[in-house]
């Protein structure tokens, strides 16, 4: 009977210490010379497509009255975009630049300045982000440019660079004429994916 008794108490005594040990157990490594799994990064599409570029609007960011010459009147035009990404993955925006026109009579549009931005935008995917780019014109430089640029068709169309310019000064408030972007480019990137966009518009539009 002892003996009987001995014998359960080992087997009792053996069992706590299994599930003792059972519990203790350190979780399993990887063996000596193998790495961790780690959780996969999202797929990159097999093809990425370039975002679609849009001109939203033209603001007027920054007006002072127009003086004669020799005065210089300084005028910030505000250009706003919106770019739209169909990609199912985020794309950074790396550069954009695009040139712009002011209309002087129907359809007849003189080029005044190239605008380049350098600064990153994400655009997140199936998402549209909204891009507002200022450039600023000089009233004493912009007749300077139209004569050597343009100066036979302002000619021809009967006009004169300094007239045309005052004009653009004193209504461009209301939006009278249209304002005309034209060799449009951004690069873009994801990952090791580059992506080229070309865009034009007109405001206001038809």
Same mark, same amino acid.
Do not use: C, H
């Given at each position: 009977?002892?003996?009987?008794?001995v014998?359960?108490?080992?087997?009792l005594?053996w069992g706590?210490?299994s599930?003792?040990?059972a519990?203790?157990?350190?979780?399993?490594k990887?063996?000596q010379?193998?790495?961790e799994a780690k959780p996969?990064a999202?797929a990159m599409?097999a093809?990425?497509?370039?975002p679609?570029i849009?001109?939203e609007r033209?603001e007027?960011?920054?007006?002072?009255?127009?003086?004669? @010459? #020799?005065?210089? /009147?300084?005028?910030a035009v505000?250009?706003i975009?919106n770019?739209?990404?169909?990609?199912? &993955? *985020?794309?950074?925006?790396?550069?954009?630049?695009f040139?712009?026109?002011?209309?002087?009579?129907a359809d007849?549009?003189?080029?005044l300045n190239?605008?380049?931005?350098?600064?990153?935008?994400?655009v997140?995917?199936k998402?549209?982000?909204?891009l507002r780019?200022?450039?600023l014109l000089d009233s004493?430089?912009?007749p300077?440019?139209l004569?050597v640029?343009s100066g036979?068709r302002v000619q021809?169309?009967?006009l004169? @660079? #300094?007239?045309? /310019?005052?004009?653009?000064?004193e209504?461009i408030?209301d939006f009278p004429?249209?304002?005309? &972007? *034209?060799?449009?480019?951004?690069?873009?990137?994801?990952?090791?994916a580059s992506l080229?966009a070309t865009?034009?518009?007109?405001f206001?539009g038809q």
């Amino acid at each position: 009977m002892k003996a009987i008794i001995v014998l359960v108490t080992l087997l009792l005594a053996w069992g706590a210490e299994s599930q003792v040990m059972a519990q203790a157990k350190p979780e399993a490594k990887p063996a000596q010379g193998q790495s961790e799994a780690k959780p996969k990064a999202a797929a990159m599409p097999a093809k990425l497509q370039p975002p679609k570029i849009s001109l939203e609007r033209v603001e007027i960011a920054a007006y002072f009255p127009y003086a004669p @010459p #020799p005065a210089r /009147v300084p005028l910030a035009v505000a250009f706003i975009f919106n770019i739209t990404n169909p990609n199912s &993955v *985020t794309i950074a925006q790396e550069d954009l630049k695009f040139t712009y026109s002011f209309e002087a009579k129907a359809d007849e549009f003189f080029e005044l300045n190239t605008a380049t931005v350098y600064e990153t935008t994400l655009v997140p995917p199936k998402a549209t982000t909204q891009l507002r780019v200022v450039s600023l014109l000089d009233s004493l430089v912009a007749p300077g440019n139209l004569a050597v640029t343009s100066g036979s068709r302002v000619q021809a169309l009967g006009l004169k @660079p #300094p007239d045309v /310019v005052k004009e653009w000064w004193e209504k461009i408030g209301d939006f009278p004429f249209k304002i005309r &972007v *034209t060799q449009g480019v951004a690069t873009y990137s994801a990952g090791k994916a580059s992506l080229l966009a070309t865009f034009e518009g007109v405001f206001p539009g038809q």
